[in-house]
């Protein structure tokens, strides 16, 4: 899924339009009937990505004694040092 800002896109296909004045009425048909699709189009709810880093930690309290990744933004501890916290989702690309 690719999220878009369609008042931009409607923008760039404004300024596209008045380039070219030979197709500009097929062009602008075209330009209501997506505009149309667009509009009726249903939103998404949208969460805010959160950033985070993995904090390594071998202190036995924490889970197994063997080195557990403890996530710097929920805490949670986890097995391995994925690319998101499978507990809350947030995207490990942060370094501190």
Known sequence: MKLIDADQVFDA???EISQDAELEGYVAGLMHAMQYIVN???EI???PVRH???IESDDPDVGDPEVQYQCSHCH???DSMSRYC???GAKM???E
């Open 13 to 15: 296909l404004d300024a």
């Open 40 to 42: 009726d189009a249903p």
């Open 45 to 47: 709810d949208v969460q």
């Open 52 to 54: 985070a880093y993995w």
């Open 76 to 78: 949670k501890t986890a």
């Open 86 to 88: 499978p507990s809350c």
């Open 93 to 95: 690309d942060r370094t």
